[in-house]
């Protein structure tokens, strides 16, 4: 990081607090083009910018894209000088031990870094390794703060571990340097609401002794790794791989553009330093844009006959015993509207229902989730709203658990990679019924290991 | 974070790097005090404070140390403030959720604290929940942000929970608030050498609906838990728990204190804004040093007669047909002599021997790793010494891989908590034959499930 950037810094450890110290940030005219351009694309999703969820969203955005790409302004020299330390190697004998040789493999760091094709943050988690020579070893901790670097920046994987790999050789001039990233990409909304799994690429780079992926360096390196789901065969060729792991280029919706809006995220790829018409980046804004349009504020949706029909089905039979329905793990898109940025989930439903009435449809509950989600949001008011309506169409007893994966997270300040969300509404009966609820919570599958989260 | 502390946390943000930045930290008296105090310890060690991997260690402590219980000049109502939202609650009916009521539930925030008894990180999952009130809801970020504040501090886990839960109650008086801290804290050396997983402490805090664990809330909190290891019958109750979980008290090495090394650590302690005669941190100085002094500089060892007798048995029969021996999964303890903080874990050895002959004795490799671990230490320089000795013992042909995990990674500025390092030296045929490095390899157990790191 250069000196000058120190100021802008501390803002960002400090969150949202809007004391003497942002000011700086604040009146810098990057920012405020950021902030200008994030105003235009709020309006062109239909929202109000003065309503008190989002007043303040603008200022957030560019305060988060800035130091999510804070890269650009930092070097690798600044870090690596003063972290060689001597180190000798073998004292005699044939080997490869210590500063002269001698695999040292730091694994599992997690990051985030910027998707170039739809402005997304990814998830990474990076395994890098050198092999030292010249007698010199680098603190470990470097390893992981060079890579941060190349993370902080718009990125696509392989790239990422080409710059990672290649900064890391030239600043330690070390016998090679091997690097695996394992990426994860939040999906986009697909056609047929099934559960889909994130997005993964598995790349590599190597210099040096690692520069051929037959080379033995190579394979003590995976040796290394073949415990983390790691090996030589499933790492993809990079002709094998192409350039479009992003969801984005597979979305099917493409929008009748904006003008105004695609000039907008133009804007804010230059505020960032970055060129708007750098071939990887020409059509990033069409691909944020068909991300960010599904959550514009409409009143449009499809489930108000539905509602209608099952209303009068309750009517007829409330008040014969009960027992509880429950449709899992339905997948949610929304939109944070404090951060602009995705949460994605499921939701759990469940509701009392007269014994041997049929359930409302799961293609209805879905939609219902659909519609409350699509739109600029908190998981609070997602999970009340749902409830609501469920509780509407079922007759009162209803009860509703939304758990949600926060990309503002891990791309904001606090970088917490594996945190949750979890958010309750209970209605009518759920709510003066403690073992109801607990009887609809055991049904609940752990979200940890089905991968859904 | 008061804004005079702005400055303080730039430096920290930039590793060691010594710029004109760095001039205002390393001239405050409170740096200074420690720096000193760290000097007296690395004498203490019989450690030569000029030496080239240590002489900036003084430094490097004091900034991890003022970093690291940076919570002491942190206030909750910078961080809530203009963070709590207006969200209505249910628009009718009886229920729960939105901003009047229905529970939201932060999960598997990762955090690290200064055990207030022996002064180490230890690691902490921490989930939190809160119950909202007032048609206010709370920016899912700042639940991680203020129990950060309590974290950055000396403490305890049940002490960490009860503040944490406390804060938040009072900083955006909810309904209640509910805390549960699932903590992990570095062995100590056991006289067994026997593998010794993490210490584990479970603690919860509630306020509010919460304040009782037999009630509702309770249940629907545990609920939303269940599948993370934790049940209401695991979390042991106060009275049943102790203060005592910091293995520090079970450690039977009482150090013969060098009154001023002793004095030292009440300086730091003092540096930190602690006041060393408070009960809680009475014993700390003779924890810390019972911890410290297993690393002090010594050349006393109980393996060289081993070596001679293995020597012999060794020059009688190298002409034979070789096979490789491996020994798996020894534990190590060591010092980490950039930061003074403790690495951890198994070191795999594999030598070729003679077919037929007697493997090393087990004891003799543990005694052999124990030598070169309890010492400052770089991780690469184990590997080489351990590989250098044991291929003098068994003739030429040694393989050692060391997989460590490294506190210094998780409690400085890079928090990259899953994060471990693996490093191999090779000497003889080993670094020769790729087909007898890979062997070695595929015998070595997937740490990440075994619970040694």
């Known amino acids: 990081m250069g000196s000058g950037e120190g100021h802008f810094c501390i803002e960002l450890e400090n969150g949202t607090k809007l004391g003497g110290n942002d000011l700086g940030l604040e009146k810098e005219p990057k920012t405020i083009a950021i902030e200008d351009a994030v105003k235009v ?3 062109g999703l239909g929202e109000d910018i003065n309503r008190e969820g989002i007043k303040k969203t603008p200022f957030r955005v560019a305060k988060a894209l800035r130091d999510g790409t804070r890269g650009y302004e930092q070097k690798v020299k600044d870090i690596v000088q003063g972290a060689l330390f001597p180190e000798v190697g073998l004292h005699d004998g044939v080997g490869h031990a210590g500063g002269a040789g001698g695999l040292v493999l730091v694994r599992d760091l997690d990051f985030f870094s910027y998707c170039e094709s739809c402005l997304l943050p990814f998830q990474v988690k990076c395994h890098v390794g050198y092999v030292p020579s010249g007698q010199r070893v680098l603190g470990l901790s470097k390893l992981s703060r060079v890579a941060d670097i190349f993370a902080k920046r718009l990125q696509d994987p392989q790239r990422l571990a080409d710059e990672v790999c290649s900064a890391l050789h030239l600043g330690i001039n070390p016998a090679g340097v091997a690097v695996v990233l394992q990426c994860l990409h939040i999906p986009f909304p697909n056609p047929d609401s099934k559960h889909q799994g994130w997005i993964k690429a598995l790349v590599s780079s190597g210099s040096g002794v690692f520069r051929n992926k037959n080379s033995d360096a190579w394979g003590d390196y995976m040796g290394l790794l073949k415990f983390r789901g790691v090996t030589v065969e499933k790492i993809p060729t990079r002709d094998s791989m192409g350039n479009n792991w992003c969801p984005s280029y597979a979305s099917s919706e493409v929008v009748a553009a904006n003008p105004g809006m695609v000039a907008a995220v133009a804007s804010i790829l230059r505020s960032l330093g970055e060129d708007p018409l750098r071939k990887e980046l020409e059509e990033t804004p069409g691909h944020f844009l ?122 904001r300040g606090i970088e917490k990679f594996g945190s949750n969300t979890a958010t309750i509404a209970v209605l009518g009966r759920f709510s003066t019924d403690p073992a109801a609820r607990a009887m609809f919570l055991e049904r609940i599958p752990n979200s940890a290991t089905s991968g859904i989260l």
């Open 290 to 411: 068909n991300w960010l349009i599904n959550f514009r504020n409409t009143k449009l949706n499809g489930f108000t006959c539905g509602i209608k029909a099952l209303l009068k089905h309750d009517e007829e039979c409330s008040h014969n015993h009960q027992q509880i329905h429950s449709e899992l793990n339905l997948p949610f898109w929304s939109q944070c509207e404090h951060h602009l940025l995705p949460f994605h989930g499921v939701v759990h439903i469940g509701y009392l229902c007269p014994e041997g009435s049929n359930p409302i449809e799961n293609s209805l509950l879905q939609s219902i989730v659909h519609f409350y989600g699509f739109k600029l949001q908190v998981q609070e008011r997602l999970t009340r709203q749902i409830a609501e309506t469920v509780s509407s169409i079922s007759g009162r007893d209803t009860m509703v658990v939304v758990e949600a994966y926060h990309t503002c997270m891990i791309s």
């Open 41 to 43: 694309l709020l309006q």
